[in-house]
């Protein structure tokens, strides 16, 4: 029901910025789902990068990205954005969007759990 396409990724040097664009392929509107923005490297869990509430009530920033990323919605463009600012190596990973598993999340949900769907990610990649 809900397709989304993520893009924006790269090979960046630290200390430059991206942004990343979460994309609602199949016509859904993304204003009415709780979107989250995750990342996940070889090894280790998907996790939580930023998240946002539907009608954007409520965001979340993980601690190791607070200060330097950035999730903003764009209603015309029906898109859910990240600005990653100052990038460091420890931010390469490949970046997901989620979408709640249905409309009217109005809480910030910050578990992969909580996320039906997903794109195929894009991946950030920051060395030097």
């Known amino acids: 029901q809900v397709q989304l396409v993520e893009s924006g990724g790269g090979l960046v040097k630290p200390g430059e910025s991206l942004r990343l664009s979460c994309a609602a392929s199949?016509?859904?509107?993304?204003?009415?789902?709780?979107i989250g923005w995750f990342r996940q490297v070889p090894g280790k869990e998907r996790e939580a990068v930023s998240c946002?509430?539907?009608?954007?009530?409520?965001?979340y920033y993980a601690d190791s990205v607070k200060g330097r990323f950035t999730i903003f919605r764009d209603s015309v463009e029906n898109t859910v954005s990240l600005q990653l600012r100052n990038l460091k190596p420890e931010d390469t990973a490949l970046y997901y969007c989620?979408?709640?598993?249905?409309?009217?999340?109005?809480?910030?949900?910050?578990?992969?759990?909580?996320?039906?769907?997903w794109g195929q990610g894009t991946q950030v990649a920051v060395s030097s």
């Open positions: 946002i509430s539907s009608n954007n009530g409520h965001t």
């Open positions: 199949s016509g859904a509107a993304l204003d009415y789902y709780a």
């Open positions: 989620g979408a709640s598993k249905r409309p009217g999340s109005t809480q910030v949900l910050t578990m992969a759990r909580d996320y039906t769907y």
